[in-house]
T-cell receptor, first 114, second 113 residues
Framework: KAGVTQTPRYLIKTRGQQVTLSCSPI?????VSWYQQTPGQGLQFLFE???????NKGNFPGRFSGRQFSNSRSEMNVSTLELGDSALYLC?????????????FGEGSRLTVL | AQSVTQLDSQVPVFEEAPVELRCNYS??????LFWYVQYPNQGLQLLLK??????LVESINGFEAEFNKSQTSFHLRKPSVHISDTAEYFC???????????FGTGTRLQVFP
């Protein structure tokens, strides 16, 4: 069974640009969550999608957005990039209904903003 | 609202020594508790979890954690660490209603030979 796949693994952007990151969940997992990981802030919850609907949202500005497709694949977008957006962006999938909160993570997309 | 506190940002230890990584949580409802491990340049992997039942849970690689409701803690322990245990360890809590997972800030375990 394939794990959570994130693309691209690494990317470099400049301030003001926008970026789109992709996440393919484990087959059968319908929930996808996104986290931002930085050395200073740790893991910060961005948002969660289930059945193409945003179910939970963290405290990030509107420049951060996401969506989920009918096949459960998800994308997140960051517009007007700032230096502080440099981070490892982690995607995780899960199977709501088990009521455990257990997440399965991808290896992340490391974004560097210059 | 829930929160998780990992008091130690870094824990250096020599190989074969015991280690304890501390985790305290705050929640007004019943919770599930997790420890995740992140090896360099990788995503997070579930190490162990407490859902219900026995308060002592174990992982396949020798780690264990004990749920202490009165002290709202879920400390991670290993009696004898290996070099390969060097990684970042995250404690996490989710409530039984929203399934939303909240992470602590992580503890970097550095094992020296």
């Amino acid at each position: 069974k394939a794990g959570v796949t994130q693309t691209p693994r690494y990317l470099i952007k400049t301030r003001g640009q926008q970026v789109t990151l992709s996440c393919s969940p484990i087959s059968g997992h319908r929930s996808v969550s996104w986290y931002q990981q930085t050395p200073g802030q740790g893991l910060q919850f961005l948002f969660e999608y289930f059945s193409e609907t945003q179910r939970n949202k963290g405290n990030f500005p509107g420049r951060f957005s996401g969506r989920q497709f009918s096949n459960s694949r998800s994308e997140m977008n960051v517009s007007t990039l700032e230096l502080g957006d440099s981070a490892l962006y982690l995607c995780a999938s899960s199977r709501p209904g088990l009521s455990t909160g257990e997440l399965f993570f991808g290896e992340g997309s490391r974004l560097t903003v210059l | 609202a829930q929160s998780v506190t990992q008091l130690d940002s870094q824990v250096p230890v020599f190989e074969e020594a015991p280690v304890e990584l501390r985790c305290n949580y705050s929640s007004s409802v019943s919770v599930y508790l997790f420890w995740y491990v992140q090896y360099p340049n990788q995503g997070l992997q579930l190490l162990l979890k407490y859902l219900s039942g026995s308060t002592l849970v174990e992982s396949i690689n020798g780690f264990e954690a004990e749920f202490n409701k009165s002290q709202t803690s879920f400390h991670l322990r290993k009696p004898s660490v290996h070099i390969s245990d060097t990684a970042e360890y995250f404690c996490a809590v989710s409530d039984r209603v929203t399934d939303k997972l909240i992470f602590g800030t992580g503890t970097r375990l550095q094992v020296f030979p």
